[in-house]
């Protein structure tokens, strides 16, 4: 009966691979099968596949292969096989997705996918030296992660003159050479939470240059867990352009981890894990200040446009693969879009967000001046970046970092915010909210209507819906401030605000004459301003920005 099934398999094999089969094609084809697969005729289909491919394509064989074909002997019973299979898997440091060896043997899904080896005393021996492993292995990333953080100090005198120190900030330099090109960084989040950040250098880092920075934010947010450690099979997959073209333009990228309570989308708790990330790179690498990106797919595109909204000032510019164009912890002001930039590429075939949505909003920022593009790419689905076609759009966005560039003392401001720890854009901040004020009548909410949706019924088909929704939400009372400077003076017009402050840098005005400003029509300060070390040392810690220095502020109260 046994030796009749085989016979009937490897009779079968030729007609279910291509002519000319590939050790890729072949352990494709097996890992689908063993999905596909609902009793142990399907798993032994799946196993005979791979075991076919290991013969036919000895040099080529990878780990990931022999890990499946290892989990299905085990769960057939063929327990020697299963042993033989997953020793190489285990021994190996590192495999070529980044993964270490251990991790199959004491992950979170080993006792699941290898229950029936656990009664087996060579379980037990396998699991012991794996448990040691992996101690080893944080004991490295811990070391590489001080590694990673070193730097030289920064030396200042107790009285040092404050233009000297102002010019000691701006060519703030602490930065030496790194061991690696690519780090996993632990990083706390709250009580115990830890997650972590993998950051991935050209491979000719050199700390004495300035080098462009994109970070990469994931989507399904709801559906995901921290990761305390992330291996190089992030560069690959769905962010492989990234990854090439990066290398290309020597692009540093950062590729954060977030979890359903702390992530960048909903809820808020967790929108502090980027500048914070951000920071910590900046104290240890040589970020130039004026050219950090980020862009996302899906949850993480709708996050990349809600920094925009919420807390742009970091950035140069805003990207995002079947981006959801929406703040979902409060008020979207599209407006805010003003202060920079945002590049989005659609999908006509997107459940996510309908195109017909992406229409109407095109057309607002147009009418607005807003600098907004929505490149749309017509038969893809939602998951658009997993498609050789989606290159394109990479080199489109590469081609947009590379030459945009931040302009850190921006001569006009519009901000528009309704909770007050987001009342912060370039050189305002400290914005207070005075909601019993009445609004300004220029201060106007933007919205539309969404009337389509698509979705996929029960035969998985796409299908348009009849919706009849609101594209934002305004949940809270908001304030808006729109200011410009020239000549030495601040023109400021407020609405539903109570006071703010204006931060003062030599690049935006003449500290030798008299700084004005103009609040509402009335003429509110008239003054000369001076350097303020302390001021200067504390705005520069929060932020380690050294192309956008504060040596003073003006207070306003209305």
Known sequence: MKISYWLSFLLFLPSILPAQASYTSMTEKALSMMWEADDSAGYRQSLALYEAAFARFPDSIDH????????LAGELMELDKA????????????????????AYVVGEYSTAEYKNLLADPRWDALQAKALERKRTFYQQLEQQKKEFLTRTDFITKENERPKILYKKLKTYNPYIAKAKQSYSISLPVKDTALTSYFIHLPSSYDPNKK?????????AVRYNEFADYQAKSVLSGWNRFYTELAAR??????????SKQYNWMIPDDGFFLIPTIIKQIKSSINIDDNKVFVSGHSNGATGSFSYLMKQPTQFAGFYGFNTYPKVFTGGTFIENVLNRSFINFSTDEDYYYPPGANDTLNAIMESISAVYEDHRFNGFPHWFPAFDESKPAHETLFSDLERRTRNPFPEEISWEFDDEQYGAVDWLSEMKLDTLMNKAEWHRPLNFKIDQWLDYNDQDSLIVKKVDKEAFDFPRKS??????????????????????????????????????VVLNGELQFDQKIKYDQTFMLKSFEKHLDRAQIWVNAIQLQL
């Open 479 to 516: 304030g808006k401030v729109q200011a410009r400077y020239r000549d030495n003076t601040f023109y400021i017009e407020t609405s539903m605000i109570k006071s703010l402050r204006v931060n003062i840098s030599p690049e935006m005005v003449n500290l030798k004459r008299n700084v004005r």
């Open 83 to 102: 042993f033989a299979y997953l020793r190489p898997v285990y021994e190996v440091e590192e495999d070529e997705y980044g993964t270490p060896g251990w």
């Open 211 to 219: 080098y462009p920075m994109l970070i990469f934010l994931h989507g």
């Open 249 to 258: 333009d020597e692009v540093i990228l950062v590729f954060p981890s977030g």
């Open 64 to 71: 990931l292969g022999l890990y499946k074909a290892s989990v």
